[in-house]
């Protein structure tokens, strides 16, 4: 049950009000969450960080995030626990895979989380605690936000240590980056994102060990132990983590770039200065005496090269020639392919089958129990999502229709 906030606290509708206890030094303590016991602070010598833990979740796509918090949500610990989802790509597919059906659970789909966190993030954030302390939600004692494929995590770690609101009522508990032992040593040779977020972390989770050999996981371990030799790695077999339990994600104390590469830091600044000349507005040409000063570029976010797109098929689909299909398409093009998942309309099966592949890997086929409610996808028909790195759709697009018998439509044109 969430407990109101102290007497003396003067939250307002806005949330604006400043739940404060005091601490050793006569020095506020930072608000309580959602549901924290009032006054705990008071009983310790110091005061006792009563904001909510954000754990963010990254990792390059395909990289087993959904797995992992898949089975994170079934543990005890995780409790309470709300969550968001970010997707790069039209259609979202991966929330339609956490089992956790309720409304603490958020869909952040508008782009990836790095671009648009001043945004959708903090609108989240912001809405999660004022839901929480009108009591429309449980307590509210953790954020889990797992990150897309390509999002660095950057302006996220920003976003939860600057932007004021937020950092008075939530900390950032860490930066957990899942990192695919299949296919990482190529990923990290190629995207840049996949470096800032090994580089970025605080603990490593090494998933799919399962399907990697010893001497290829010691060989990432190295690698991983260059780009960052502070974070702990921890192997993950079958989705879930050989050793550490919870812990392996929990727990990590405030974030800090101490012990990371100096690199880590200066991201961080650079951030900084991003949003300061965001933010920045000069003052009219008539005042200044001529023209304003122009605002510092910035490298973009991504690679340029990359790309996402979504095709559909009206029709239910064959799934051997669906399959035939898809395989070739991983043969011809496989370095290519940074991810594709989505959701098929079987011939014979009433259940969506889920499709997900890295590179020239498919994984094997699974079903959801039920085709969603709402969405895109709940007209029950089937929907791929590709991301890919310099590859025009209309390659994909022939090599899908000449061997299902079907031509895929375009959904932005649904």
Not at 45 to 69: C, E, H, M, N
Not at 119 to 147: Q, S
Not at 380 to 387: A, D, G, K, T
């Amino acid at each position: 049950m969430a407990v109101e906030p102290p007497a003396s606290a003067a939250v307002d509708e806005h949330g604006e009000g400043r739940a404060r206890v005091q601490g050793a030094g006569g020095e506020p303590a930072p608000p309580a969450g959602p549901g924290a016991p009032a006054g705990a602070a008071a009983f310790t010598d110091a005061p006792a960080d009563r904001r909510i833990p954000v754990t963010v979740l990254t990792g390059f796509l395909g990289a087993g995030k959904t797995t992992l918090l898949n089975w994170l949500l079934r543990e005890p610990a995780a409790e309470g626990a709300a969550v968001l989802i970010n997707e790069f790509g039209e259609v979202g597919v991966d929330h339609l895979l956490v089992e956790k059906v309720d409304d603490t659970l958020v869909l952040l789909d508008s782009g990836c989380l790095c671009c648009s966190v001043q945004g959708d993030l903090v609108r989240a954030l912001k809405n999660l605690f004022m839901r929480a302390l009108r009591r429309e939600i449980g307590p509210l004692r953790r954020v889990l936000i797992e990150t897309t494929g390509l999002a660095d995590p950057v302006p996220v770690l920003h976003t939860l240590m600057e932007e004021a609101f937020i950092a008075e009522r939530y900390r950032c508990d860490g930066v957990i980056t899942a990192v695919d032992a299949t296919h990482a040593l190529d990923q990290l040779g190629t995207h840049r994102e996949a470096v800032r977020q090994v580089a970025m972390a605080d603990r490593l989770l090494l998933t799919k060990c399962d399907l990697a050999e010893a001497s290829a996981r010691a060989a990432l371990a190295e690698r991983l132990a260059a780009l960052n030799p502070s974070a702990p790695c921890v192997e993950v077999f079958h989705g879930e983590p050989a050793t550490g339990g919870v812990q392996a994600l929990f727990d990590c104390g405030l974030y800090t770039p101490t012990g990371k590469l100096p690199d880590v830091a200066a991201w961080l600044g650079e951030e900084r200065v991003r949003r300061q000349a965001a933010e920045h507005r000069p003052a009219p040409m008539w005042r200044k005496g001529g023209a304003p000063a122009p605002v510092a570029a910035h490298a973009p976010r991504h690679d340029e090269g990359v790309t996402s797109f979504v095709v559909r098929f009206d029709e239910a689909l064959r799934w051997h020639e669906f399959a035939d299909a898809l395989g070739l398409i991983l043969q011809v093009y496989g370095p290519r392919i940074l991810r594709v998942k989505g959701l098929l309309n079987i011939v014979g099966d009433p259940l969506p089958r889920v499709v997900q592949c890295v590179q020239h890997t498919a994984y094997a086929p699974t079903s959801l129990p039920a085709w969603p409610a709402s969405g895109p996808c709940a007209d029950r028909r089937s929907r791929l999502v590709f991301i890919v790195r310099e590859l025009p759709r209309a390659e994909v697009e022939t090599i899908l229709a000449s061997l299902t018998g079907q031509a895929p439509l375009d959904e932005a044109e649904a």
